[in-house]
């Protein structure tokens, strides 16, 4: 059975410029707010490459008092480093980290933790308690995993070293959902798997991120969006069609919840959100 209320979460990446980072926060973050989301997570670049950018959206969202849950990796920081960021992120009140074993930018050295069960038993280690962690999930199986089984068994591994939740990376066949959760279910995982959506706001953004990230959008999916041509306007209606019945479909069927890539953009998210009729 469905949750009465389900969790909604928003997320962000760090502006690369001041213009950027004005409009988030001034315009996005806040006409997001209105829905009323359990958190906004903030992405944290290739080996913490937007280490200081990710900070400063995160303490700027929190001086209205808003949960906020800043993205975390190993990738290119010493132990004493990350743990100072998570000194910070304690002093500005920030109750929720996403974990991620993150990339390395090209050039940089080795980190001494990479993968990120040991960055979540090294969150519990140093902060207890203090910290909701999330964790990544990949219906789709990582593009770097031997296989499905392997990949569900290290999914594992970072609940048993202390994660609270997952959330998926983004896919649009909900049947890999609902299998994967059978087989976090088998391998003994009781512990939520929040779907993560991306609105089919910009194609061929999209068609990108899925070729660096293995995630597949279905054939249909693509004829359409192809024969729209360059009418963007109905590739976006569309999408937006697509994705909130896919967001319906999980919902009814037990999914705990959303959290929507929104690459800093109000629409079509909120759009979506309102089709769901989740605030009324």
Request: charged share 25%; aromatic share 12%; net charge negative.
């Amino acid at each position: 059975m469905a949750r009465e209320t389900p969790r909604i979460s928003f997320e962000f990446f760090p502006p690369k410029t001041p213009g950027g980072t004005d409009k988030l926060l001034n315009e996005v973050r806040p006409a997001l707010s209105e829905l009323e989301p359990e958190f906004f997570s903030v992405t944290y670049g290739a080996g913490g490459s937007t280490r200081d950018t990710t900070l400063g959206v995160v303490s700027a969202i929190r001086e209205k008092d808003i949960a906020v849950a800043p993205h975390l990796s190993f990738g290119g920081s010493d132990d004493e480093a990350v743990a100072q960021l998570l000194q910070r992120y304690r002093d500005i009140g920030v109750r929720r980290i996403v974990a991620l074993r993150g990339d390395r930018p090209s050039g940089m050295g080795g980190a001494t933790l990479v993968y990120a069960n040991e960055l979540v038993q090294f969150i519990r280690e140093r902060t207890g308690d203090h910290f909701h962690l999330e964790v990544a999930a990949y219906p789709e199986i990582h593009p770097e995993a031997k296989d499905y089984d392997s990949d569900v068994r290290f999914l594992k591994g970072k609940f048993d070293a202390g994660a609270d939740s997952a959330i998926t990376q983004f896919f649009y066949n909900v049947e890999s959902y609902f299998y994967f959760l059978d087989q976090c279910a088998a391998a003994g995982i009781d512990k939520p798997v929040y779907a993560g959506i991306m609105p089919l706001a910009n194609y061929a953004n999209i068609r990108r991120f899925a070729g660096n990230t293995g995630a597949e959008i279905p054939r249909w999916i693509c004829q359409r969006m192809d024969g729209f041509g360059d009418d963007v306007d109905s590739q976006v209606k569309f999408g937006t069609e697509v994705v909130t019945q896919l967001c319906q479909t999980l919902l009814e069927n037990g999914c705990p919840g959303i959290h929507f890539y929104t690459m800093n953009q109000v629409e079509p998210t909120r759009e979506i959100y309102h089709n769901l009729g989740l605030r009324q």
